[in-house]
Nanobody, 122 residues
């Protein structure tokens, strides 16, 4: 499975972005989806996770109430809606997929997409 994250950009504090993670070469059905981010000088950290059957959802405390993860198995795409963005959300965001839903938010995942830059600045 190949993953490609998109939708990043420059946004002012308080603004919103919607990231998309498109899969090709296979179906996302059966995979848990994870969103991760890595800021300058920081380790990659798990932001949000969504299991294959939507039965398990995880949000990091720093984004809870502001970010919403979703998936569309028909279009083979996962999403991360990010609202009320803050400067500290600035990072490269990655999507990942793993057969084992218990791994997320650990950054040990089966498949990774290339990241998309999110910059929150006035």
């Amino acid at each position: 499975v190949q993953l490609q994250a998109s939708g990043g950009g420059l946004v002012q504090p308080g603004g919103s972005l919607r990231l998309a993670c498109a899969a090709s070469g296979g179906t996302l059905d059966g995979y848990a989806i994870g969103w991760f981010r890595q800021g300058p000088g920081n380790a990659r950290e798990g932001v949000s996770c969504l299991s294959s059957g939507n039965g398990r959802i995880y949000y990091d405390e720093l984004v809870k109430g502001r970010f919403t993860v979703s998936r569309d198995n028909v279009s083979n795409t996962a999403y991360l809606q990010m609202n009320n963005l803050k400067p500290e959300d600035t990072a490269v965001y990655y999507c990942a997929a793993d057969r084992d839903p218990r791994r997320c938010p650990s950054p040990i995942q089966d498949y990774w997409g290339k990241g998309t830059q999110v910059t929150v600045s006035s």
